[in-house]
């Protein structure tokens, strides 16, 4: 089925898909927008697309909008981020391929990118990359990219931006193995918030933000700190975790126990705090620290089978010490 985009005046953003007959009343009444779909070479008048200017079937007067597809054409118009198409490819090592319509563009970590069309323009850029008109005082960047430093980004981000005809891709690939989560954050009422550096790409006009443990013994103990990423807006977020992922969710006042490491993301209703180890033999010999982080619903929470501090440590315990020989495993003959 052919899906159509419109671009219609003074809306800032794309509207749709829409199936065909939707698409002409839309034409219909808007004879000024310009039109793009599947094939065709860029965006152009709805006057000159033939397949727009005929007739309903049904009526020569073109019928109300549904109201379903009204409310969506109004959350497009109304949308702060891009409305971008994605794949996620791999397994053990996945990447995100992402296609950019004219006009369109996503935000990436500075490093993340695997490859790109030529058509598709890189902007490197001091701050989060959000739009022109969100944040693109001096000062709104010098704060945007401070919260990046705080959360474990760089101080510049890049925007990739489609410049030419018809679609371009351009994707960007995880940093170790492991899992990416695509996030659709008015899915999840707006706001995630995230370990530091999990945030691996994005759809151009989402925020990354810092959210602060309001508690002393969570910002100590809790493994991650007492900063955390926001994440808010309503577009597509990909979140980066090691290993496979679990999605829990939690009903008001239900408790999770967590290794603190284990934590990618959760909703804002979610409380967070850290519980000691009972047991002076658990402590000393369970292997687990002296602390496990909570997590109390009601909302969802999203876990990480293996955090790159564990791996990282042990790729250092199977590391040469002092200069010495490798403790891998060898033949005798070495």
Not at 131 to 148: E, T, W
Not at 233 to 242: E, N, P
Not at 244 to 249: D, K, L, M, S, T
Request: glycine letters at 14%; a neutral charge; charged letters at 20%.
């Amino acid at each position: 089925m052919t899906q159509w985009y419109f671009h219609a005046p003074g809306q800032a953003d794309r509207v749709g898909p829409f199936d065909e007959e939707a698409a002409r009343r839309f034409a219909q009444a808007n004879p000024r927008a310009l039109a793009w779909c599947q094939g065709m070479t860029g965006w152009t008048p709805v006057s000159e697309i033939v397949a727009l200017q005929q007739a309903s079937t049904a009526t020569a007067v073109p019928p109300p909008m549904p109201a379903a597809m009204a409310a969506t054409a109004t959350a497009s118009t109304g949308s702060r981020a891009d409305r971008i198409d994605f794949r996620i490819v791999g397994h053990e090592m996945q990447f995100v391929e992402i296609e950019l319509d004219p006009g369109e563009g996503a935000v990436a970590e500075a490093g993340a990118l695997m490859f790109k069309d030529a058509s598709v323009q890189m902007d490197t850029v001091f701050g989060g990359g959000a739009r022109g008109g969100q944040g693109s005082g001096f000062m709104d960047k010098v704060m945007a990219a401070g919260k990046r430093v705080l959360t474990g980004e760089s101080l510049f981000a890049t925007v990739y931006t489609q410049t030419g005809q018809g679609r371009g891709k351009v994707a960007f690939a995880a940093p170790y193995p492991g899992t990416v989560l695509a996030m659709k954050l008015d899915q999840h009422g707006g706001r995630l918030i995230c370990q530091k550096d999990s945030f691996l790409a994005g759809a151009r006009g989402v925020q990354i933000g810092v959210q602060f443990q309001r508690k002393i013994m969570t910002g100590l103990f809790g493994g991650e700190g007492f900063i955390m990423q926001k994440l808010e807006g309503d577009g597509w977020v990909f979140i980066h975790a090691g290993g496979c992922v679990v999605e829990r969710e939690l009903a008001a006042g239900e408790r999770l126990d967590v290794d603190t490491g284990c934590i990618v993301a959760y909703h804002p209703t979610v409380d967070m705090d850290v519980r000691r180890v009972k047991g002076i033999r658990s402590v000393l010999f369970g292997g687990e620290g002296v602390f496990l982080a909570t997590l109390t619903g009601p909302g969802k929470v999203w876990l990480q089978s293996l955090p790159f501090s564990r791996l990282a440590g042990r790729m250092w315990m199977a590391a040469p010490q002092g200069g010495g020989k490798s403790r891998g495993e060898s033949s005798l003959l070495g």
